[in-house]
């Protein structure tokens, strides 16, 4: 049996780790917990209406809410994991005309997005009574994934197929046929690695004289605990850096912020909070009820490349290496995606591989040897 280690136990690698083949592999995920993105998520599935000309980031995009379906079978995830609960998108008239023509034409490759509805305030405020009354595009294929119980329900499926998590920093060791891995307490050997850290790509790949096209960012985003009726309501993308996603449980999540110079820092700051709440209050009937429920803050770092278009596959001149990153600020939507077009590629590993070509450009655009 062969080994695959995967560094990095956020949305892509626990993913990987649960599509990869179990009669063929034995399987470790080695993972810090530190900055981790997906638990500090939003939890936004909803690509269709971005206007990012990137078109093969849309495909994959695209694709990736397309596979949510298949997704919630394969793990049995219930509603407080996912939920197709609808998108409200809240937008002067003009450009909710224009949203939903742009709807419209991408439900002809896309019938994932659903019923496509121009709503009035009155009938906003009825499907999610937190807002001012104000015109909305609904779109009900939409939906909310809550990150943290994602990772927590894979993780425990993960380890009924015995896959083996360590709870460390690691680092790579180069050695000619095997991948050695370092972490405090481990030294260890693997044929296959795959390296999903997010922006820690840089870290592990620059002592093997690479240099990697990431960068940091940091987001922060307000966890409210409340009472309220939450299970039906719908996600309100708002205008600005906005959003509000409700749970099933009463909780309500308002965010976030892109913070481009902060790096790795993940203290909770009161600006961002203040930012959030300025930012989001605005579209509010009762901005103060809201406001005195418990709250926590959460503190992620997305991983972004410099034409904002994630990567993933085989590390250019190396054997049996694997990387996927910079998924910005839609790795919840794309992430589960990847991981198993890449457990697909390793599972089959003698068989025709598969192309990502339609979805990304070649990793040597983002992955280069320093001269
Ligand atoms: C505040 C916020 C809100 C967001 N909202 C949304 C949203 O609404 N919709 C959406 O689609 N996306 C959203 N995103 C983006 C999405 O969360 C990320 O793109 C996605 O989770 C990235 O997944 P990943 O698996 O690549 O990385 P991560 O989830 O960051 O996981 C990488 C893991 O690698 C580990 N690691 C790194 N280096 C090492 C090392 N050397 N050794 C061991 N472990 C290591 C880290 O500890 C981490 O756990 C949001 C992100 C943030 C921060």
Redesign the pocket.
Known sequence: MKKVMI????????TLANYLDKTKFDVTV????????????????S?WLSKRRNKKWYQLAQDGAAFFPKLVRDFALDESIYAPCGTLVVRPEKALQELAELAENRRKEAPGIGEIDLLTGSQTKEVLPLLKEMPSLRITGGGR?D?QAY?AHLKANAQQQQVTFIE????IVRTDNHWQIK?KDHFLETEILCL??????L??LSPLGYQVDIRP?????LSFATNLPTNSWPVAMLEGEG?L?PFSNGQILL???HENDAGWDLTPTEAAQQQLMTGIGAFLEDPEALFAAPMTM??????YTSDFA?FFGEVPDETNLFA????????????PY??YLLANRINEVHAQPTDFSCYTKPMTEYIKKRL
């Open positions: 560094i990095g136990g956020g949305i892509i690698g626990l080695i993972d810090s917990l530190i900055g981790q993105a997906t638990s500090a998520s939003a939890g936004i599935i690509p994934l990150g990772l460390e920093k690691a680092e972490t999903t850290a997010g922006p820690g790509l870290d592990l960012q940091k987001g922060q985003l959003d996603i965010g976030a912020t959460r503190v992620g770092t997305r991983a994630p996927a990153s910079g998924l910005g600020s839609s790795g919840l939507t794309t992430g990847i991981g």
